[in-house]
């Protein structure tokens, strides 16, 4: 065989490659396009304003209004309050007090209303007490005091509430000194009146922009996978260096030695408490307009193993009892409802309640509040 023919050969053996490689291209550019259209599968063409809704520099991240959540953060009712129900109840905490179940990618949607801590309250004055009260959710994920004092100060001259319950939880701890600590804003008695977005959030909402951009969907597809798989994730190792691990890591330590080592941390979180009790006792004006409450996590109710410590709780209730404001600790009494069982009341491998825990909870919680009802 001669150079000329082998030349030839090699050349059309490359032609052959070269336009298979280009229809492959196209058909996937057109499969990436029309499942943009049809689904998307994948999302490739994200709206800023979509990316962007749930990042505030408020409230650092709100819920997307639609058809769970109206503008101010208030989880919808499928059964809407009456216009006779009385008092008003504010209800606000984290994922908790949100009622939620985790999607596959870990983040937490939204479940059954009745799978919810206002839902059972209400519903135990309705059937048991006669008694038809309002409820408003403000419940939702990884808040925490240093978010509640700016939601106070917006929800409560709107709503009006007459009491206002509060679920602090162990992971408030974790969110208030890692997670907000350096975005509180600030007045000029240095109440919190702000708490700044997140800017690894917005980095990442940014890098998603930025990535689908391309003109050819092929490239946003490989633009996206390497900053969501690699880019991304080097960022986020960097941003959360020096943190804790483990948003658990203070309850897992014995309580004296917790006290000791995080001493400076358990100062701030208890200044956090004390901005957030004078803030909604300013503008409740009585002890009776304000109700802590505190469930306890499947590790409070083991005797072996990992037990957590109460050393959150203990902050909640030392400032509490200093204001004369009501504190409900329902950890003993679902100890000894849940019994050898405690397991059977919270979602597998997760420290949510499942429908039979968050029952328990809220009627343990309507009954301790019962008391702060009774001048309405």
Not at 78 to 100: I, R, V
Request: proline fraction near 6%.
């Amino acid at each position: 065989m001669t150079g000329a023919v082998r030349a030839n050969r090699v050349a059309a053996v490359a032609g052959i490659v070269l336009v298979n490689v280009v229809v492959t291209v196209c058909l996937i550019e057109v499969a990436l396009r029309v499942q943009q259209t049809f689904g998307p599968l994948y999302d490739l063409a994200p709206r800023p304003e979509i990316l962007m809704v749930q990042l505030s520099n408020e409230l650092n991240h709100v819920p997307e209004r639609g058809k769970d959540w109206d503008g101010n953060g208030i989880r919808r009712l499928q059964e809407p309050n009456t216009a006779q129900c009385a008092p008003k109840l504010l209800f606000m905490g984290d994922s908790f007090m949100q009622g939620g179940d985790r999607a596959p990618d870990g983040e937490i949607v939204a479940s059954r209303e009745s799978d919810t801590i206002p839902y059972q309250v209400r519903h135990f004055f309705r059937e048991r007490l006669g008694k038809e009260v309002c409820v408003f959710n403000a419940g939702y994920a990884s808040y925490s005091p240093s978010i509640f004092v700016p939601q106070a100060k917006k929800l409560i001259p709107l709503l009006q509430p007459d009491i206002v319950i509060i679920d602090v939880d162990e992971t408030d701890f974790w969110d208030d000194n890692y997670r907000y600590r350096q975005l509180v804003v600030r007045d000029g008695d240095g109440s919190i009146m702000a708490v700044r977005a997140t800017p690894i959030s917005l980095r990442f909402q940014e890098g998603l922009m930025e990535t689908t951009s391309k003109a050819l969907y092929l490239h946003r597809l490989l633009a996206k996978l390497y900053f969501t798989r690699i880019t991304f994730p080097r960022v986020l190792e960097g941003s959360n260096r020096g943190r804790p691990a483990d948003g658990f890591f203070l309850s897992k330590l014995p309580a004296a030695g917790a006290k000791e080592k995080y001493a400076a941390e358990i100062d701030y979180f208890r200044a956090t408490v004390e901005d957030l009790t004078k803030t909604i006792l300013s503008r409740m004006g009585s002890t009776n307009g304000l109700v802590y409450i505190n469930h306890p996590h499947l590790e409070h109710l083991r005797n072996s193993g990992i037990v957590f410590n109460d050393v959150v709780s203990s902050i909640v209730h030392e400032v509490a009892s200093r204001h004369g404001v009501r504190f409900c600790d329902e950890t003993e009494s679902l100890k000894a409802q849940f019994g050898t069982s405690p397991e059977d009341y919270y979602i597998p491998n997760d420290m949510h309640f499942n429908p039979a825990g968050t029952r328990a909870y809220g009627i343990a919680v309507a009954k301790c509040i019962a008391e702060s009802l009774l001048p309405y």
